[in-house]
C-alpha cells in the first residue's frame, strides 16, 4: 500500500470517540443534551454516569460529525461546568444502530 492510500476497512470519514468528562456534570440535564446532540447529527453509541461523579459518551459516525460533538461535550448543558475531557478515537465497531442512555456503570 502507498503512502497516500487509506487502508481497507470502514467508510472513509468514519470514527469513534470516547470521551470521559469530568467536573459538576451529573444532575443537570448532561445525559439528555448528549443524547439529544448525539441524534442530531446521527451518530450511534450511548452516554452514561459513572459512580465517581463522571460522565462517559461513546460515539460512532463522520469524523467532522464527532468533532462538533466533542465541541458540545466540552460546553454541556446550561448549569454544567466540565473540567477536564479525555477524548480517545479509534475505528468505528458498527454495534450500535442508535444513540441512547445507559445506566450507571
Same mark, same amino acid.
Given at each position: 500500500?502507498? $503512502?497516500?492510500?487509506s487502508?481497507? /476497512? $470502514?467508510a *472513509? +470519514?468514519?470514527a469513534?470517540? @470516547?470521551?470521559?468528562l469530568?467536573g459538576?456534570?451529573q444532575?443537570v440535564?448532561?445525559r439528555?443534551?448528549?443524547?439529544?446532540? #448525539?441524534? !442530531?447529527?446521527?451518530?450511534? /453509541?450511548y452516554?452514561?454516569?459513572l !459512580?465517581d461523579?463522571?460522565v !462517559? #459518551?461513546?460515539? @460512532?459516525g463522520? !469524523? @467532522?460529525?464527532l468533532?462538533?460533538?466533542l465541541r #458540545?461535550?466540552e460546553r /454541556?448543558?446550561?448549569? #454544567?461546568? *466540565?473540567r @477536564?475531557?479525555?477524548? *480517545?478515537?479509534?475505528? $468505528?465497531t +458498527?454495534q450500535?444502530?442508535t444513540f441512547?442512555i445507559? $445506566?450507571t456503570?
Amino acid at each position: 500500500m502507498r $503512502p497516500d492510500e487509506s487502508p481497507p /476497512g $470502514p467508510a *472513509v +470519514g468514519m470514527a469513534s470517540l @470516547e470521551v470521559r468528562l469530568t467536573g459538576w456534570v451529573q444532575g443537570v440535564g448532561y445525559r439528555y443534551f448528549t443524547l439529544e446532540f #448525539a441524534r !442530531r447529527l446521527g451518530l450511534t /453509541g450511548y452516554v452514561m454516569n459513572l !459512580r465517581d461523579g463522571g460522565v !462517559r #459518551a461513546y460515539a @460512532e459516525g463522520p !469524523r @467532522e460529525s464527532l468533532e462538533q460533538f466533542l465541541r #458540545a461535550l466540552e460546553r /454541556g448543558p446550561g448549569g #454544567a461546568s *466540565v473540567r @477536564e475531557v479525555w477524548p *480517545v478515537w479509534g475505528a $468505528p465497531t +458498527g454495534q450500535y444502530s442508535t444513540f441512547s442512555i445507559r $445506566p450507571t456503570l
